[in-house]
């Protein structure tokens, strides 16, 4: 859990002041240009130091007027407002029916009522995520029929960069209420219970050839004949209704053991394929930043991908999560794998022997943070061949740029040390994590004979 520091704590509180920074500009300015006169007049009384000094008080009383007409236009929206909310009269819609960009963005649509914008003002927003962490501040993109000062709901869209794919819980609104010149600022907070995920998205990658397994239930024939396991990928003890040919002769004289190979069959039943993903990080690098936002990403796009890519070959695939997931209802079993996609993280808890299982084929993805050990025990235990998709995310981190480094010793500051994976030293020491791991896993699938789709 997130617990904001003394900073944050005084940056959110700042979000409230009411005083933009033009108005003390403008009233220093006012202040500056009202003495400067005042040593311009004559001395001496005369019509001409009358008449200037008559022309300077009517000047300084409209801008008086100017600020306090700047100041009821925003005051009062925000009052009726803040009345509103305390009866719990205002409803605000948040929802994510488009998607964004291949770069993390999202298109999100907003609507509030009952809300009045100033008069010649702007309505500003703000989106309170995750516990401590803010949107920018953005303004509706109104549709063409709410467009106008006198109607009591807004409603429209706004490009929001999130920085990753993965699910966001909204807490709070922020609204504020500007005037023409931004002189002030009232801002009022709209607590807002709603979620949304970040897809992910499709790239082309080599895909996997899996076999599909039998059907749960053989009540429902398919078009096509599926070849199921059978012939060099199961055996089984001979018994008195085997046929003597299919006898493996090497296995009976190494072990002494009469064993008989499972012919292929095609099976009318056979359509689904079990895709099994590993979160689990065995070498505790889930806080390190680079790994937990490019990484993440990057084994995610890849699974997705490999989800769509058997899905458009006529596959029905079964993602079987690695975690527990919040319990959601969606159309169609791929939005709902799209969901456990994006909402699924880093994790220490079940590791790839507790998720695969021992029998029948699977398809399994593991990235750079699965452990060797636990990869050399599931394939001395897998009794039918599996097939392995390695994602190296080491293949997914930005590039070191000699330029970069000398930029971040003589020019760049280091900024938040929250942040320490995109700083070259940091990216370093991740990159080298990653790949020494990445030669051991690829050690122990040579040493099993096990080839792997790696997907860089």
Request: hydrophobic residues 40%; contains cysteine; charged residues 20%.
């Amino acid at each position: 859990m997130n617990h904001p520091t003394w900073r944050q704590r005084l940056s959110y509180f700042s979000l409230f002041v009411p005083v933009r920074l033009y108005l003390l500009l403008f009233v220093l300015a006012t202040a500056i240009a009202w003495w400067w006169l005042q040593r311009q007049l004559p001395t001496d009384p005369s019509f001409t130091g009358s008449l200037l000094q008559l022309l300077i008080k009517a000047a300084f009383s409209a801008v008086l007027l100017l600020i306090a007409f700047c100041l009821t236009t925003t005051l009062l929206p925000f009052l009726w407002l803040a009345w509103h909310i305390k009866k719990r009269r205002v409803q605000v819609n948040i929802a994510h029916a488009e998607d964004g960009d291949d770069y993390g963005g999202r298109k999100i649509t907003i609507q509030i009522q009952p809300l009045w914008q100033p008069l010649f003002g702007f309505l500003r927003y703000r989106l309170l995520y995750d516990g401590i962490k803010l949107s920018p501040k953005f303004s509706l993109v109104s549709n063409s029929q709410q467009k106008g000062w006198f109607t009591s709901q807004k409603a429209g869209w706004y490009y929001w960069p999130l920085p990753a794919i993965r699910e966001y819980d909204i807490e709070q609104m922020l609204v504020y209420f500007e005037d023409l010149f931004q002189f002030f600022s009232f801002s009022l907070r709209i607590p807002v219970k709603q979620s949304f995920y970040t897809k992910p998205r499709q790239r082309e990658q080599e895909t996997a050839m899996v076999s599909p397994q039998r059907t749960e239930q053989e009540n429902v024939r398919i078009e096509e004949l599926k070849r199921i396991e059978g012939e060099y990928i199961n055996y089984k003890n001979f018994e008195d209704n085997d046929d003597v040919r299919r006898i493996v002769w090497k296995i009976y004289a190494k072990n002494k053991e009469l064993v008989v190979r499972i012919p292929e069959i095609l099976d009318p039943y056979a359509s689904h394929i079990y895709m099994y993903t590993s979160f689990f990080d065995s070498l505790g690098m889930d806080d390190n930043y680079l790994v937990n936002t490019r990484g993440l990403d990057h084994f995610k796009i890849s699974c997705w991908s490999l989800y769509s890519q058997l899905q458009k070959a006529g596959r029905l695939v079964k993602l079987i999560p690695d975690q527990l997931l919040p319990n959601r209802n969606f159309a169609n079993a791929q939005q709902a794998t799209e969901y456990n996609l994006s909402a699924s993280n880093w994790h220490h808890e079940d590791d790839l022997l507790s998720v695969v299982p021992a029998k029948g084929h699977a398809l399994i993805c593991f990235s750079s943070l699965s452990s060797p050990q636990q990869l050399d025990q599931l394939l001395q235990r897998q009794q039918q061949k599996a097939t392995l998709v390695f994602v190296e995310l080491s293949k997914g981190m930005p590039k070191r740029r000699i330029g970069k480094w000398f930029r971040w010793i003589f020019i760049k500051p280091e900024g938040n040390f929250e942040k320490q994976g995109f700083t070259e030293i940091g990216k370093y020491s991740t990159l080298k994590q990653l790949k020494d791991n990445e030669a051991l896993l690829l050690q122990i699938l040579q040493k099993h004979g096990a080839d792997a789709l790696r997907i860089g």
